[in-house]
């Protein structure tokens, strides 16, 4: 297979110019980053240091940029040396943090995390990922020093309000409190909802509409197109299903690697869109010749091997994860694209899973700040993966239950792996060893052994959740 998405034009592989100041630096490093050309972006920043060694700002720069890439190690060693230039600034301690968080270093970065409150004890957003990888005692000092902030909280604004009652209703669920815990959520939650301009009748009707285009009857009469690789395995639910335990269990196997949360699906059949319009419809099958949709599938192969930079096997993994959840609403074109892909679907108490996403001040999903929204949200997907279950062939989809999976892990990782087609490696079970690169929220939980705890987790009264319980209508 040719890697032709990690090919560059003579152009591109060009150095780029030695910029004369930092300030020329910035801005040149922005639009190579704006490019994605982040391996130029890095040169051009160090050529900087090559002139002024001292920068820290620089240094962190790189590290940032090295992180964006997937290098954590060379990431690590650039923050350090930023930190040894700049040792009083909290930021430094939180980028610090949160590579070593996502490399499983978890007591180093509630370290880091802990430096950055004494730094600066006023901000909210330290005790957020502090807490997000530590459970507080009620003894400790930093939910006294919450509670202050708390009693404090108009000095601050909206977003950083938000952080500091995310990090209360955390510290409080966390110390026996969980009534007043859910009222921070709460309050941290209709702060973020305010900034946000989600459009519920355009999600919604969006998802309505892609089981209107793909019935059993369109995808029946569509042509056979399909690539033959088995490489592609797509996890797909909703967040705190249980996906990051069950693609961590999975990509411990050696044959297989976890991309993570990535977009590169989308991204392919966005530039194909580009090359060819009739991407751009709903279901393109019908207008489009077989080498079009081979080509398209092969450029999302070579994307995603793309992304295994810290792959030491000499031949590409046989099974690579994507593990971006909302391409549930993709799975007609994946089936279409790869008719042998491996679809895993996670699944978790509707109410726990609800509740568990209102708990955290996720970036990028705007349906999960209102409970209403989220309900109603859950119960269209849901929808949608039933109508995939009655269209696509059986067996097409594995059903894997976060409940199932923590009541008996080895006959789940077992049908997993066998699902996968791959043969049972034990490395599987040992999942929470393993120091692949995790990025979710659930990145401290899958670096230990497995537990219960959050099985049928609390919730408050009904009437608080009504509108969650509407939301989800038959589904509660």
């Known amino acids: 297979m040719t890697d032709t998405a990690t090919q560059q034009s003579p152009a591109r592989a060009q150095a780029p110019a030695i910029p004369p100041d930092v300030e020329h630096a910035r801005q040149q490093v922005e639009d190579l980053v704006g490019q994605n050309r982040i391996d130029e972006a890095i040169a051009c920043y160090r050529a900087v240091l090559v002139r002024y060694p001292n920068l820290g700002a620089v240094h962190a720069a790189i ?5 964006k890439q997937g290098h954590h190690q060379q990431a690590l060693r650039a923050l350090e040396q930023a930190h040894s230039l700049m040792p009083h600034e909290p930021s430094l301690n939180t980028c610090l943090a949160v590579v070593l968080q996502e ?10 995390f802990r430096q950055a409150i004494a730094l600066a004890p006023d901000e909210p957003s330290h005790y957020l990922g502090l807490v997000r990888l530590q459970s507080l005692t009620a003894d400790d000092p930093a939910l006294a020093a919450l509670r202050q902030l708390a009693a404090q909280e108009s000095r601050f604004n909206p977003s950083r ?18 009534q007043d815990g859910f009222s921070h959520f709460l309050r941290a939650n209709a702060l973020r909802r305010a900034s946000l301009s989600y459009d519920e009748n355009a999600m919604l009707g969006a998802m309505r509409r892609v089981s ?47 991309a993570g949360e990535v977009s590169t699906l989308a991204d392919t059949l966005k530039d194909a869109a580009q090359r060819c319009p009739a991407w751009k419809n709903p279901m393109p099958f019908a207008q489009l010749s077989e080498a079009e949709c081979l080509a398209t599938a092969e450029d999302y192969l070579n994307r995603m091997n793309a992304q295994a930079v810290d792959w030491t096997g000499p031949a590409p993994p046989l099974r690579m994860i994507n593990k971006m959840l909302d391409n549930f609403a993709h799975i007609g074109l994946i089936h279409q694209l790869w ?6 679907h996670t699944m978790r108490d509707p109410i726990d899973t609800c509740l568990s996403c209102f708990s955290i001040p996720f970036d990028h999903l705007d349906f999960a700040f209102d409970l209403g929204e989220l309900g109603r949200y859950y119960r269209q997907y849901s929808a949608l993966m039933a109508h995939w279950e009655r269209t696509l062939p059986p067996d097409t989809i594995l059903n894997v239950r976060y409940e199932d999976l923590v009541q008996d892990l080895p006959h789940q990782a077992q049908r997993i792996i066998a699902y996968c087609d791959l043969p049972w490696n034990p490395d599987c079970l040992r999942f929470h060893e393993s120091r692949r690169i995790v990025r979710t929220s659930s990145l401290a939980q899958v670096r230990t052994p497995l537990y219960r705890s959050a099985l049928r987790r609390w919730r408050p009264d009904n009437e608080t959740l009504r509108p969650l319980l509407e939301g989800l209508g038959g589904l509660a």
């Not at 490399?103 to 880091?112: C, H, K, L, P, Y």
């Not at 690539?227 to 196997?253: D, K, W």
């Open 339 to 344: 008719p042998r892909a491996r679809i895993i």
């Open 103 to 112: 490399i499983g270093r978890i007591d180093e970065a509630t370290a880091q």
């Open 63 to 67: 590290g940032a940029l090295l992180r």
């Open 161 to 178: 309000q938000a952080s500091l009652h995310f990090a209360l209703g955390k510290a409080l669920s966390d110390t026996g409190a969980p």
């Open 212 to 258: 209107q285009h793909f019935t059993a009857a369109a995808m029946e009469a569509l042509p056979q197109t399909g690539h033959p690789s088995t490489q592609p395995v797509f996890i797909v639910g909703m967040p705190r299903s249980g996906s990051t335990l069950v693609e961590q269990i999975l990509a411990s196997h050696p044959d297989a690697y976890g």
